[in-house]
């Protein structure tokens, strides 16, 4: 008797799992199918209305092919998801939740390919050949690590020490003068247009070890950079602005003003990076076409911007949030 009492509990559990799921079904269980993964666990920030109040940049990481919610319903205030992986850029998706059981399609597109040319302007050139290049590892790697979506194609340099103009070129002054500073650069050494320019100087503003971006296609280098600052510049070019000051960043990330140990990238960095108009990424490729675009300034919050700080993923000592 005893054997039977256990088989009717077993068989009363199976049919309320049954029950469960049906009724799940009915009510609506939400799902986003992701499509073109890299095969890499997937982040999400999902805005929607949830049971229990409004959902704003939720986050979620799963390497199923399609992630599974509750019911999730209209919020008033954003219905939309972001999704984030390496090797694809992030991908914005507009998700108009209803009460019923809604699927929804997140098909990243392919790593962005971006091609810059470097101009050498102080050699000797093969050893700033050489400098450039390892930069170009090492800020691909950051890229791949953090989940921008972006590689360089092609990172060609270029050998302009012999240029007779190259010497008045050798210290770049402050940047930030305009224009006037970055033209002669353009006209005396060379500029390919539709892509980054990044010039390797001597100095700029002073050090050896500085950097420039005019937030468009024209970047500097001093001689002896680090490795890591052409991730800083370029995401610049990204329109990213400096992280100096606020307590959820350190030297740790890509926009530190003065750091040799670069290699973060937030969830609210690579959605500016990517939908920001003014990023190179739209206003010079236009890698993205047709996809989304919108103004997200360094402090804004709320329903449509992610804050800068949102991490899906952990960033050394910063946890997600
Ligand atoms: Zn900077």
Known sequence: MQDRAIFRGLSFASWAVGLVAVVALLTGCDAIRIYNGSGNA????????????????HSV????????FSNYTASPNSNE????????????LATPWTTRRDTFD????????????????QGPYDQQRLHAIEACIRTSAIWRAERMGVEFGPFEVRDATGDPEAPAHYAFPNGDVGDSVWKPLRDDIGFIAGR?????????????????????????MGRNTGDELLSHEIGHAFSLTHTDGNVSFDVTNIMASASNTRQYVTEGQLFRSHLNPTSVLNALYNARPGEMTRTCSFGDIGPLCPAIQKRIWADGSFPAN
């Open 42 to 57: 997937v982040g999400l920030l999902v805005d929607a209305q949830g049971s229990s109040g409004v959902l704003n940049d």
């Open 61 to 68: 990481i799963s390497t199923a092919t399609s992630i599974g």
């Open 81 to 92: 998801v972001i999704g984030f992986t390496n090797d694809r850029p992030p991908k914005y």
């Open 106 to 121: 997140l098909t990243f597109q392919p790593l962005i390919r971006i091609p810059v040319t470097v101009w050498i302007v």
């Open 196 to 220: 980054l320019n990044i010039y390797w100087v001597d100095t700029v503003n002073g050090g050896t070890g500085r950097g420039w971006s005019n937030f468009g296609a024209q970047i500097v």
